[in-house]
């Protein structure tokens, strides 16, 4: 059977170097029919219009994350003040350094993606859970009840997310809760995650790979770039 493969990652928080490496290593991929971003772009790294313009070169699905709904927010005034001073910062710094095209892309992404993989198994992305980017009911040691009232109402029974930064698959109730885990900002190591799903007219599979960046590139990119990385 002919089987297909759609990449997922999510939360770049702005690491263009481990973007990079993670793109060169999915382009090696066969049968690659989507590629797709489940937001948190920017923040605490180097990238900013890199970041976008690999993902178009890549035809790459982009999500928007709370990152960047944070972005609109503090735009309409509706942020209240609340958020850490580093949000702000990043706001500044990206209003800076986006282009208008790019800021206005970003920052009017779709919300959720839904993909029918074959007559049994149907897929919905997003950042955290439905309508709520911000969600943490997202992590691998959330309570089965709580991981119920998240998702299990939802039609899909893959369920792909991000948001939480390290990677997992949790079945429940004939549904698969996939996290895809962080290309940007996981413990401070030097490696990005992403996520496979492969998928024919019958199976679904699961891959779930890391892959090294340079840290100290990213680091040099950071301090050229003014940026500020979060401790």
Same mark, same amino acid.
């Given at each position: 059977?002919?089987?297909k493969?759609?990449?997922?990652f999510?939360d770049?928080?702005g690491?263009?170097?481990g973007?990079? @490496?993670?793109?060169k290593? %999915?382009?090696? =991929?066969?049968?690659?029919?989507? /590629?797709?971003g489940?937001?948190? #772009?920017f923040?605490?790294?180097?990238?900013h219009?890199?970041?976008?313009?690999?993902?178009?070169?890549?035809?790459?699905i982009?999500?928007?994350?709370?990152?960047?709904?944070?972005?609109?927010?503090?735009?309409?005034?509706?942020?209240n003040?609340?958020?850490?001073p580093?949000?702000?910062?990043?706001?500044?710094?990206?209003?800076?350094?986006?282009?208008? @095209?790019?800021?206005?892309? %970003?920052?009017? =992404?779709?919300?959720e993606?839904? /993909?029918?993989?074959?007559?049994? #198994?149907?897929?919905?992305?997003?950042?955290?859970a439905?309508?709520?980017?911000?969600?943490?009911?997202?992590?691998?040691?959330?309570?089965?009840?709580?991981?119920?009232k998240?998702?299990?109402?939802l039609?899909e029974?893959?369920?792909?997310?991000?948001?939480?930064?390290?990677?997992?698959?949790?079945?429940?109730?004939?549904?698969l809760?996939?996290?895809?885990?962080?290309i940007?900002?996981?413990?401070?190591?030097?490696?990005?995650?992403?996520?496979?799903?492969?998928y024919?007219?019958?199976?679904?599979?699961?891959?779930?790979?890391?892959?090294?960046?340079?840290?100290?590139?990213?680091?040099?990119?950071?301090?050229?770039?003014?940026?500020?990385r979060?401790?």
């Open positions: 059977m002919n089987t493969r759609i990449v997922f999510s770049v928080h690491n263009i170097t973007l990079k @490496e993670m793109m290593a %999915v382009r090696k =991929l066969e049968n690659v029919e989507h /590629i797709i489940l937001g948190d #772009y923040g605490w790294g180097a990238g219009n890199d970041i976008i313009d690999l993902c178009l070169e890549n035809n790459v982009l999500i928007r994350g709370g990152h960047e709904e944070i972005l609109n927010l503090i735009d309409r005034g509706e942020d003040g609340i958020y850490y580093e949000i702000y910062f990043t706001h500044d710094w990206l209003k800076k350094h986006l282009t208008q @095209e790019n800021y206005y892309l %970003v920052t009017n =992404l779709p919300t993606i839904r /993909i029918r993989l074959n007559s049994a #198994y149907t897929l919905i992305g997003f950042h955290a439905l309508n709520d980017m911000e969600s943490y009911t997202c992590g691998s040691d959330r309570e089965l009840e709580v991981l119920e998240a998702y299990g109402s039609e029974n893959v369920i792909v997310y991000g948001h939480y930064h390290e990677p997992h698959v949790i079945p429940m109730n004939g549904k809760l996939i996290n895809c885990a962080s940007g900002q996981r413990r401070n190591d030097n490696l990005s995650n992403y996520t496979i799903i492969e024919d007219e019958k199976k679904v599979a699961v891959i779930q790979r890391q892959i090294p960046y340079d840290k100290d590139e990213e680091d040099r990119l950071i301090q050229e770039r003014g940026m500020i979060r401790l």
